[in-house]
């Protein structure tokens, strides 16, 4: 299996930028599908954005797009998360998490279909 530690996170104004990184260890990330996901306090956990294995297929969340980018290094065991323009409601816990599940199309967005997932880590933007 995998794990995952995230890092990345802080507190930046509103229009700013973050970049997260979610570093794995046991198994190489070239096995997974990858995604982000994050978490408000008294709101579910809801997708942010997912990449295929080979790095092809990002796909975004309506909220993120245009402003976020995920990005893998499979060499590195690493996968990011770039954060642009960001807003107050960006404000979450991030987490990172690999799917072992393998798409025909695409990649997976919800939560239930990733079987691990990394600590998460804090973004706070200010308005």
């Known amino acids: 299996q995998v794990q995952l530690v995230e890092s990345g996170g802080g507190l930046v104004q509103a229009g700013g930028s973050l970049r997260l990184s979610c570093a794995a260890s046991?198994?190489?990330?070239?096995?997974?599908?990858m995604g982000w996901f994050r978490q408000s306090p008294g709101k579910e956990r809801e997708f942010v954005a997912a990449?295929?294995?080979?790095?092809?297929?990002?796909y975004y969340s309506d909220s993120v797009k245009g402003r976020f980018t995920i990005s893998r290094d499979n060499a590195r065991n690493t996968v990011y998360l770039q954060m642009n323009s960001l807003k107050p409601e960006d404000t979450a816990i991030y987490f990172c998490?690999?799917?072992?599940?393998?798409?025909?199309?695409?990649?997976?967005?919800?939560?239930?279909?990733?079987?691990?997932w990394g600590q998460g880590t804090q973004v706070t933007v200010s308005s």
């Open positions: 998490a690999a799917s072992v599940l393998v798409s025909a199309v695409g990649v997976f967005t919800r939560v239930n279909s990733y079987r691990y």
């Open positions: 046991g198994r190489n990330i070239a096995s997974y599908d």
């Open positions: 990449i295929s294995r080979s790095g092809g297929s990002p």
